[in-house]
């Protein structure tokens, strides 16, 4: 088993820009508050024009969650994560690898003809946040594009759902599942969109049971996976059917863990949010973390909780002022 890397992320490469606005301003923009919407490059511009006063952050799930992971090190290491994707031969392609290399993943970007991926995320007073995803470059992502020699040599493979949405990027996803199964490397896998979950339901759970170790969704997800009505603790019990430790997120109030069939309910932190970006991401990074440390399930998930706490507190996936130390303290390490 592969023990020189942590975490391997694969995914979408996005810059967030995240603007404070309106509700009349995403009104104007017709898009349903609270939704992700994927857009063209010229509609990305648009967007971008009306929210003024952005601040730029990299972002995609996956890579917030192996940058979670390298913030926690800090405290007290684990082995640097990794993150491969694709970006624009651009500047913003280059500074998203500089930025990442400088947080400690160790960076393994593709670099495209197409332009980096952009997502801009308009938060509304309520703290909801609406996205507007250009994909650019991450589209063009393919299995070549894999360092399988590198992929074996971590401890968890982290994907999610989005690799499912182009079929080049689905079999990258395909032959990083296989290699990790092969090399004895954990797959880690997100729901991580309701919308990709009614759309891929079938492969999904095909491919979950043959290959995931850790399997996270929230209540949307699972309900759409596995069954419009169940309770949680049905939901917690039959995802467990799936994968040997699989998480279910229930927002403010925390998650139900399933650890190879014993169901636990943990509690979440409360705080007052400022914006839900990357809550899901970085309790990824909280119950992984905490598994490599050899942590028990339910301190990891209370890890995870309260990781994911702190980062609805401040605003976009914004790990600067994250004293991880008082995260691990304040979880019960
Ligand atoms: N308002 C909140 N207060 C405290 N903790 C929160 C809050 N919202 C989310 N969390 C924490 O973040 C975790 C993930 O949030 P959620 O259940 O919304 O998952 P998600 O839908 O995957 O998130 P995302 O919107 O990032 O994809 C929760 O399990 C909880 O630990
Ligand atoms: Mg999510």
Known sequence: MGQEY?????????????????????????APKGTMNLVDHAQMRRVLELARGFRSIPGGSAANTV???????????????????????????????RILEA????????????????????????????????????????????????????RYLYLTGYMWD??????????????????????????????????????????????????????????????????????????????????L???AEGCLVNHFGRVTRVAGFPVTPVDTTAAGDCFAAGYLYGQLRGFPPELSARLANRLAAWIVTVVGCDLEGLDPAEVLKAAGE
């Open 6 to 30: 942590s975490v391997f992320g694969l995914e979408n490469p996005l810059f967030d820009r995240v603007a404070a606005v309106s509700d009349e301003l995403v009104a104007a923009v017709g």
């Open 249 to 251: 997120k229930i927002g």
């Open 103 to 154: 947080q400690g993943v160790v960076a393994r970007l593709a670099c495209k003809q197409e332009p980096t991926g952009c997502s801009v995320i308009l938060v509304t007073p309520d703290r909801e946040r609406t996205m507007f995803t250009f994909l650019g470059a991450c589209r063009e992502y393919t299995p070549a594009d894999l360092d399988q020699g590198l992929l074996a040599r971590s």
């Open 67 to 97: 940058r979670a992971v390298a913030a926690l090190s800090r405290a007290r290491a684990v082995p640097p994560p990794v993150y491969s994707g694709a970006v624009g031969c651009d500047p913003e392609g280059e500074e998203y690898g």
């Open 166 to 247: 182009t079929e080049n990027q689905r079999q990258a996803a395909l032959l990083a599942g296989s290699t990790a199964l092969a090399e004895g490397v954990g797959v880690a896998f997100d729901l991580a969109d309701p919308f990709a979950v009614r759309r891929y339901r079938r492969q999904y759970l095909s491919w979950i049971p043959a290959h995931v170790e850790v399997l996270f969704g929230n209540r949307e997800e699972f309900r759409l996976l596995l069954g419009e009505g169940l309770a949680d603790e049905e939901l917690a019990g039959l995802a467990g059917e799936l994968a040997p430790q699989a998480v």
